[in-house]
């Protein structure tokens, strides 16, 4: 294996801390560039060129310019070089460069058969509540899926895909609303998404949890179309972001090209801010509302052409986050056959973190462009100190309406405070939260050259406002819903959250209400009552669908208890916590020398106390370990890169509990337990309400983290859980609940005590 030098050159500056901190390059002094070398099979070079291309820089291997972005008929000819093979290297990072590329690989029309099912609109009768537990040797039904997944990643179907279609066709066929599938991780329920949809012929929504789920369903089916969040676009108006001059958008309209300026993006473009502004490059509205997608898409703008192939496509995929926020802001999107939603089970708290709100410090600081806490220690003038200081304190101090922002000081809400004085607080802080919001609304209007927002601080202050907006009209209609919590250990408070208890009145609006049918499928629903009540189904709507067994053989995916490391509750962490868990680790870490292994840590403090246990008394696995930041792109290029090269890396992360495909893993190290944190004044009134809903919380993140892996069938894994507590919330629990009586039987059988 050798080694390539790589080069990144152009208007680097304005990306100059991802391409050190984050693409692992050094900048050149002498030649006023970026460099590096690995080694010639690294996917790092994969990652850097699709940063370049996205960023427009020049990209150099060993001398040779793979990449300018001054040169269409070379980038056009690198543009082909994408080919299915290939597609396994997408991920998050790079998803938005090759939409355009992706739809060339695939016609979705040459991908088997389509419509062999006859559909019909559920009936609006309910048919009472249904459920099916699949087991493994439960028959298959006489039809031929494996015809609708030829030429596709998917042929042939496994027997548990196939055991689960046949009840989820006759349900969709007897008109139920809602049809619930618990399929174990790894069975492969993208491809259920897809068979589903094609085997009716109905247009169908496919909503993953993350944009990285997002990815992997184009990944497997290209000929899928997506689309996200505007801030992914440019706009093709070479205006400054937030315009909000109709004169000037106009002019500028009037000139347009194909090419993108790259003055804004589409999230702060005039078709937002320019009241009154028709923009020809967006799609024209309908007299009874919503958008006409029979235009053609090539002369739309990126977002709007991304829209408007997705919608013609049968298949629409789209993050939940980006879902929901354009399904409230109007009639965008219409109602399609089937709503279909991958990892279900996060969908309830997806729902509840779209209407939270935390005003933090931290958030006042980008918002009225304050020195850092970073910024006073780095400053060596006691003069310079003393005016940041004075500059965060005037903004910090207690909201007071005369140039104070800070947050008002409260008593944090317990489980016994009193609802009138429940309500009394929140109308103080609706107060406070109109006039932050009337500043901030004040402040983007700002067009001093001086002082007026950039881009990122206009999209930031854009959301903020938002999302004020939203929590506003929350309160003011359903006060009862909502719980607060103040910091209460300063003089000036450094934050205070907002979060709804409950979010099953407003899911239909919020999503819900995109699909006649709607298909939710998960690996961990566990239990079907408290699932279908936090999202307010109906239970005479709702055919429960669910397997019993898991596909893959009980010898591959041991899960085992006798290590055992520290005690990490709140109240037990400490030095040498963190050190037995270190030495449980280490010890798991020896018996596989030239393996790859995951630590699963549950929190960011546990992962902070074990990765600095390692260091200082395992350096040897310490050596091992592979971390990330919490920047998405560096944090899903990591992924890749720890998927993708041969050699024994640990990775230990936080992120990796759901969604991870750890096929490439031999060993698993679950940490601690993961219950819900009682600090949290949400979910302790939601545990203290329903002590069943945290049961059930915990038990499915384990389910999910133990599920890490083994994702096929000749794939072996071995889970380790070194909470010393484990055994006894397993066996007998908190008020005599134990994991056992909730936890998949697969799972539960799969424990391995004390060897």
Known sequence: MGFLVVRVCGKTFPHRHELKNTLGLEYDFRNKDFKGAFPSESQRMTVIEQFCKKNRLSFFVDGEELYNPTDKKKNEKAQTKLTLDEL???????????????????????????????????????????????????????????????????????????????????AIKDGYKNIVLECPTGSGKSALAKTIAQAFGVPSYIVTHLKGLQAQYLKEMPYMKSVMGRGNYDCLLDVEAGCEDVSVA????????????????????PCKYAKGFKCTKMNPSKEM????????????????????????????????????????????????????????????SNMMSFHSLTVSQKMLEKLFRLPTKTDITNTKSVKKKDEYQKQRETIFKMFDGKGSFGVPKMTTMTLNTPSAERKKVLQTYGRYLFALHTEVKLKMKDKDSQTKYDKRELSYASN????????????????????????????????????????????????????????????????????????????????????????????????????????????????????????????????????????????????????????????????????HSKMPKERDAVFREFEEEQNNEILISTYANQGFDGKMVDFTVIAKVPFGPLGDIQVKTKAENDPKWYQLMTAVELAQMAGRCVRSQTDTGHTYIIDPSFMFHFERGMKNNPLARVLPPYIATSIIRNK
Not at 144 to 166: A, C, Y
Not at 507 to 524: A, V, W
Not at 600 to 618: C, Q, R, S
Request: aromatic residues 10%; glycine residues 6%.
């Open 88 to 170: 396994d290297n997408l991920d998050e990072f790079n998803l938005g460069e090759w939409l355009p590329i992706l739809e060339q690989v695939a016609d979705e029309k040459d991908i088997g058969k389509v419509g062999v099912v006859k559909w019909n609109e559920p009936s609006e009768i309910g048919k009472g509540f249904k459920e099916v537990n699949i087991e493994e040797n439960t028959p298959l039904i006489k039809f031929d899926f494996d015809e609708l997944s030829k030429d596709t990643h998917f042929h042939p179907l496994r027997d548990i895909q196939k055991q689960v279609l046949g009840p989820m066709m006759e």
């Open 250 to 269: 106009q002019a500028a309209l009037e000139n347009v090209t194909d090419k993108s300026p790259e003055t804004c993006s589409a999230a702060l473009a």
């Open 289 to 348: 509302g919503g958008l006409d997608f029979s235009v053609d898409a090539n002369n739309l703008c990126g977002y709007y052409s991304a829209l408007t192939k997705a919608q013609n496509s049968m298949y629409f995929v789209g993050n939940t986050a980006y879902m929901m926020a354009i399904n409230k802001s109007g009639k965008v999107l219409p109602q399609r056959p089937f709503l279909i939603v991958d990892e279900a089970h996060q969908l309830a």
């Open 464 to 627: 903020c406002v938002a999302r004020i907006e939203d929590l506003l009209g929350s309160i003011a209609t359903d006060w009862e819903n909502w719980v607060y919590q103040v910091d209460e250990q300063n003089e000036y408070p450094t934050w205070v959250g907002f979060k709804p208890l409950k979010v099953a009145d407003y899911s239909d609006e919020l999503l819900l209400n995109l699909g006649q049918q709607r298909i939710f499928m998960s690996g961990t629903i566990l239990n079907y009552d408290i699932f279908g009540r936090e999202l307010g189904l109906k239970p005479e709507e709702t055919a429960f669908i669910s397997v019993d067994y898991s596909p893959f053989p009980e010898k591959n995916r041991p899960i085992y208890t006798h290590i055992k490391g520290g005690k990490l509750s709140r109240k037990d962490r400490g030095e040498d916590s963190y050190k037995k868990c270190a030495d449980a680790i280490a010890t798991i870490a020896a018996k596989y020398p030239e393996k790859k292994g995951l630590i699963l840590p549950f929190t960011d403090d546990i992962e902070n106390g074990i990765v600095e246990a390692l260091k200082d008394n395992h350096p040897l696995v310490y050596a091992r370990l592979r971390q």
